[in-house]
């Protein structure tokens, strides 16, 4: 069974940062691209950022430059390190893999960026 675990969520300040962890389980991890998805308070979901198995990463324009995606394939981990967070950041991180046809999420963590 495929498993991902989000944490490392919470409250901070404009201009601080946070690193967020997903640990994942049920599958060939380093064979897998593994992605993070946010939702904004009553706003759909938005693609932030993508690394492939090698370590190929790709990220959208609202947090290129200030978010970094990682991965450890020996701990079956992708992180995400965010900085200079910003209001708009306030959202729900999930992590997501694309198995076959299917999309794997898991349960999110919460991201409030707020004085």
């Known amino acids: 069974e495929v498993q991902l675990v989000e944490s490392g969520g919470g409250l901070v300040q404009p201009g601080g940062s946070l690193r967020l962890s997903c640990a994942a389980s049920?599958?060939?991890?380093?064979?897998?691209?593994m992605s993070w998805v946010r939702q904004a308070p009553g706003k759909g979901l938005e693609w932030v950022s993508v690394?492939?198995?090698?370590?190929?990463?790709s990220y959208a324009d609202s947090v290129k430059g200030r978010f970094t995606i990682s991965r450890d394939n020996a701990k079956n981990t992708v992180y995400l390190r965010m900085n200079s967070l910003k209001p708009e950041d306030t959202a729900v991180y999930y992590c997501?893999?694309?198995?076959?046809?299917?999309?794997?999420w898991g349960q999110g963590t919460q991201v409030t960026v707020s004085s």
């Open positions: 997501k893999v694309i198995i076959g046809m299917t999309g794997h």
């Open positions: 690394i492939s198995g090698g370590g190929v990463t």
């Open positions: 049920g599958f060939t991890f380093s064979n897998y691209a």
